[in-house]
């Protein structure tokens, strides 16, 4: 097996529609997407009242990979994947609402520098009325389209959200957005001959204080840049790359956040695959090229993809011209001079982006009042190789 597929992620949760708040009767897609194939995870959750079960035991209706939910106040609670043997997706949090008035915000984390839209919403519909958006309890803007853009969100942007309207139709719950720090790429693949040199960069709003550049490899070495591997250039990490360099790199705060992560494959081998280290988003042209000790194989090259040739080019290089869900998958080229390691490609939907490399093990405390229940989550979050706390509040 080989590296890049070892160490990829377990599984994804998808949303759809992505959004966190419902009102009763809607209905939500949930799917678990492991490399294209959803064998042995299922969909699960937590409720408010307590109820730990599984997707077609008592709700939901198991459908191919997803789960489709026609929603009632009592699914509120926290969704998530998980397989036979425990490992765990992302999870999200969904609160569906009785009231007349919902926030509609994204359940599944954005990056940095993604643009977001927040919609107050009544009865289903984008509320006539104007809307005042709050976060973490107060006030932060006035719109009289009852909807409000974020073009550019910052780590600063992260936090508790809800949306009142003027015509006294209501208040939201609130709803937690998360906003992650994007990893940069440069060149943007994912297999490299040995010495060869690739730059790594968190990127945060431009800024990367208090970011640093980790990694862990296939020998089960993590640490940071700087030690005993790389050197720190302002917002990157410049690694000359040798075959113990293989591994999982990812951008962590000093308080335990984390970036999306890249798999990078050093091949000791004649050939390599060139093919995108970051997701890509559907709809993109992408060029795969078949390389031989670093330039171009001016021979004819097999692309293969999950295990089966699906094109032969004499150029030596493949184009995608427009990509969609069902490119994504493991890929590898062969030539007359030899075959090279596979890689992953990760294909994401316009709008969604998705942490990679994350395990989630949950600890549930359910604290319940004379009046009120209000669940406090506290999700450990474990990439294969680092751990963080992320407090999430479901009211």
Known sequence: MSLSLSLSPPASLGVSPDRSQFF?????????????????????????????????RKWGKPQGSSCIMSLIPSHSGVYWCESGSGEHSIAVNITVHAGAVILE?????????DSVTL??????????????FYKDGSLIRTETTGEMTIPAVSKSDEG??????????GESPESWMTVTASLGVSPDRSQFFKYESVSLSCEVQGKSAGWRMKRNTFSGDRSDCGRKWGKPQGSSCNVSLI???????????????????V??????????????????????????????????????????????????????????????????????????????????????GENMRNLDIQIIWFF????????????????????PYTTTKHLFLLL
């Open 160 to 169: 508790l959200y809800k949306c009142t309207n003027s015509s006294s139709e």
């Open 263 to 348: 798999n990078i494959t050093v091949h000791a081998g004649a050939v390599i695959l060139e093919s995108p280290a970051l997701p890509v988003t559907e709809g993109d042209s992408v060029t795969l090229r078949c390389r031989y000790q670093g330039t171009l194989s001016n021979h004819t090259a097999d692309f293969y993809k999950d295990g089966s040739l699906i094109r032969t080019e004499t150029t030596g290089e493949m184009t995608i011209p427009a990509v969609s869900k069902s490119d994504e998958g493991l890929y590898k080229c062969t030539n007359s001079e030899g075959e090279s390691p596979e890689s992953w490609m990760t294909v994401t």
């Open 24 to 56: 009763k009767y809607e209905s939500v897609s949930l799917s678990c997407e492991v490399q294209g194939k959803s064998a042995g995870w299922r969909v699960k959750r937590y409720t408010v009242s307590g109820e730990r079960s599984d997707c077609g």
């Open 364 to 383: 549930f405390t359910l604290l319940i009042g004379a009046e009120t229940c209000i669940i406090n989550w506290v999700v450990l979050l474990y990439t």
């Open 119 to 132: 919609r107050c919403r009544y009865q289903g519909t984008l509320s006539n009325h104007t809307a005042d």
């Open 105 to 113: 915000s994204p359940a599944l984390p954005v990056t940095e520098g």
């Open 243 to 261: 075959p113990s360099s293989s591994g999982v790199y990812w951008c962590e705060s000093g308080s335990g956040e984390h970036s999306n992560a």
